[in-house]
């Protein structure tokens, strides 16, 4: 079993507030964007993100797994959620969201999808968490939480059913094997 450590309910709501704080601000003064969730991580973030913002009327959802460039290390797996948005992409402005911004390898399978279904006037992207560990010269126009890690640790972000701070759960795994037990 691979160790891993709660963020604190309380820091994770406060960083879900100051991402939805700020993206609120944002589409106030620059009405008509339309919201996609990056599956699977987004999902969650932009169901709770549209539950808090009145200005996001629905959420579409965008699957990046095919244009992804390591899937032959992360094979898509026979259960995904399919991409499902319910707007005219050509010409659209759309505000991308997504759970965990590492590398930019996923934000740039997702441009890529989402360009496969038209041409969008402009895209921002709004994540809950940056780990600081780009390799592409892309970056979130909102950030919840920066939250640098090592280069063995990962971040999981989930529902968090039942919790009254918090509508998301942020986990940190270490990817080091634990030692096995005899």
Do not use: W, Y
Not at 104 to 133: C, K, Y
């Amino acid at each position: 079993m691979e160790p891993s450590r709660e963020i604190p309910p309380e820091r994770v709501r406060a960083a879900f507030d100051a991402l939805c704080r700020d993206v609120g601000t944002f589409l106030e003064s620059h009405p008509g964007f339309e919201a996609v969730a990056v599956a699977d991580g987004g999902i969650a973030l932009g169901r709770a993100i549209r539950d808090a913002l009145p200005a996001i009327r629905r959420l579409g959802i965008l699957n990046a797994s095919f244009h992804r460039d390591d899937v032959g290390l992360k094979p898509i797996p026979k259960a995904f959620q399919p991409t499902d948005l319910a707007f005219d992409t050509e010409g659209a402005r759309v505000l991308l969201i997504d759970d965990v911004f590492a590398t930019g390898r996923t934000v740039r399978a997702a441009l890529n999808e989402l360009f496969d279904h038209g041409r969008p006037a402009e895209v921002r992207l709004a994540v809950l968490i940056d780990t600081g560990h780009r390799r592409f010269p892309v970056c979130a126009d909102f950030v919840g939480l920066e939250l640098p890690l090592e280069p063995d640790q990962r971040v999981v972000v989930e529902p968090a059913a039942g919790n009254t701070i918090s509508p998301i759960r942020v986990r940190l795994r270490d990817l080091k094997a634990a030692p096995a037990s005899l």
